[in-house]
């Protein structure tokens, strides 16, 4: 089965700072990789999505940009953070049939 | 624009109540997943319905399927203190679940 890891698990930013979120996944190869922020707890807003090495579709115009080194690895990041960046970070893998979420990176601008 | 309606979008009971929670949309799905999220952590799938007036149930909990697949519902039975946390519906469409469309989540709290 798979598993998402993500890191940090939390993380305060000036604004104005770089951002870079790790997401790597275990138990399966070539999947589809999703980004998603979630605001006070509520519904996830989609971000980017990959279906493979380089290729990433970015679902809404924003601060952040995303990457896919390696078939397992996909990286969330910003030049320069805003303070409307702050929110929950959610990575998720298509595991077939559904998606599987990792646990979450709150990042906190300030 | 908000495809996936949930409701009620917050929901407070007693232990050993019964409850009903909403995802309603004018779109039609392939597939409706519900996912429970517990504050701070990731969501976690709870179940998957594919097929139009589908009914699946998971000990207290049962997930009906609109039979034109554009609605859900999850009926929880006899509510516990461990139900409480986030509900959210995601619809797939043309037949891939690669892009999942999320309701806000209702958030429900059981009490003791």
């Known amino acids: 089965s798979q598993t998402i890891h993500q890191w940090p698990a939390t993380l305060v930013q000036p604004v104005g700072s770089p951002l870079s979120l790790e997401c790597t996944v275990e138990?399966?190869?070539?999947?589809?990789l999703y980004w998603y922020r979630q605001a006070a707890g509520r519904g996830l807003q989609l971000l980017f999505y990959?279906?493979?090495?380089?290729?990433i579709s970015s679902e809404v115009p924003q601060n952040l940009s995303a990457s896919r080194p390696q078939d397992r690895q996909f990286i969330l990041s910003s030049k320069k953070l805003l303070l409307s960046d702050s929110g929950f970070y959610l990575c998720a893998c298509f595991g077939g049939q559904w998606q599987f979420f990792g646990p979450g990176t709150r990042l906190t601008v300030l | 624009t908000q495809l996936l309606e949930q409701s009620p979008q917050f929901l407070s009971i007693q232990e050993g109540e019964n409850l009903t929670v909403y995802c309603n949309s004018s779109s039609v799905f392939s597939s409706l997943q519900w996912y429970r999220q517990e504050p701070g952590e990731g969501p976690v799938l709870l179940v998957t319905v594919v097929t139009g007036g589908e009914v699946k149930k998971l000990k207290r909990l049962t997930f009906q399927f609109g039979d034109a697949r554009k609605d859900s519902s999850l009926h929880i039975t006899a509510a516990q203190p461990g139900d409480t946390g986030l509900y959210l519906c995601a619809g797939a469409r043309g037949g891939s679940n690669y892009k999942l469309t999320f309701g806000k989540g209702t958030l429900l709290t059981v009490n003791p």
């Open positions: 138990g399966t190869s070539n999947p589809n």
């Open positions: 990959s279906v493979g090495i380089g290729q």
